[in-house]
């Protein structure tokens, strides 16, 4: 019995991984659409490890802008952090600004 139950557990972990994983590519599809639309440029935030999921929700609160001057060039996403608020959306000149 309790190899049938650790058979379910793990089935229920890959599909829940399995559901992660295309999520997580349909929110890097939808960057990828809401970019070209509002014709901002942006790059994705490099060795951030962020979930394209949450580089969306960033994206979108901070409506496509620099939170710093406003402008919509050269955007990424950083912050100190991994979770949700202490992301930005940043232009590259605010950014150097920040790291100096």
Known sequence: ???????????????????????????????????????????????ARLRPSTVLGVLRRDEFKCRGCGGNEALTVDGSGRDFDSLCVICSTCLEQVDD
Do not use: C, W
Request: glycine content about 4%; cysteine-free.
């Open 1 to 47: 019995m309790s190899r049938a139950l650790a058979k379910l557990a793990r089935l229920n972990r890959e599909r829940r991984r399995a559901e992660m994983q295309r999520d997580e590519r349909d929110a890097l599809r939808r960057i990828e659409e809401e970019v070209s639309e509002t014709g901002v440029q942006f790059s994705y935030p490099h060795g």
